[in-house]
């Protein structure tokens, strides 16, 4: 069974000296935001599997490109991107299109047929189950920011752990 954890990279909104970029690992596997991943995790980044983004801002995303070109020749299992549609659709179109980073969506995992990133798109108030989490993003009356907040659960303490305030 994957370790249930709760680890903060970062809180910040820019880089800074001394300052990491908001970015939180729920499980083993399982993070929000992909910023600070690689300094902070060093080669245990290799066991994420699963990225939720909350938006395409570089504050939030900046490590993606990294963490599969960092552990492309040790990856066995595609690296999973999640994010509403309009994030998925930015991620492909102006990040992973050959002319920013290659698009590692067409390229195979070493003597795998499986491609290297898989973008799924999630709904809001639409539960995620991985593992022994379930994410849920849930919209807020904040229409001028457009945010979503989102829980996440831990389904073996069946408590709310906290909440997180993510833009769409």
Avoid at 32 to 45: F, M, Q, R, Y
Avoid at 75 to 104: A, C, M, Q, S
Avoid at 131 to 143: A, E, G, L, V
Wanted: net charge positive.
């Amino acid at each position: 069974m994957k370790k249930n954890v709760i680890k903060v990279l970062g809180t910040f909104d820019s880089k800074g000296i001394g300052k990491n970029m908001t970015c939180i690992q729920i499980s083993d596997d399982i993070i929000i935001d992909a910023v600070n991943v690689l300094s902070s995790l060093g080669e245990s980044a290799l066991k994420i599997d699963h990225i939720f983004l909350t938006h395409t801002h570089l504050d939030h995303i900046i490590d993606v490109p990294f963490l599969v070109d960092a552990f492309f020749n040790k990856r066995k299992k595609p690296l999973v991107i999640y994010g509403l549609k309009k994030t998925i659709h930015y991620l492909e179109t102006h990040l992973f299109n050959w002319h920013i980073w290659p698009d590692f969506s067409s390229i195979s995992i070493k003597d795998s047929n499986h491609k290297s990133i898989i973008f799924k798109e999630i709904s809001l108030d639409k539960e995620i189950t991985i593992s022994n989490c379930i994410i849920k993003p849930i919209k807020t009356n904040n229409d001028d920011s457009k945010l979503i907040k989102t829980k996440i659960l831990n389904l073996l303490l069946q408590r709310f752990l906290f909440s997180l305030l993510l833009h769409i």
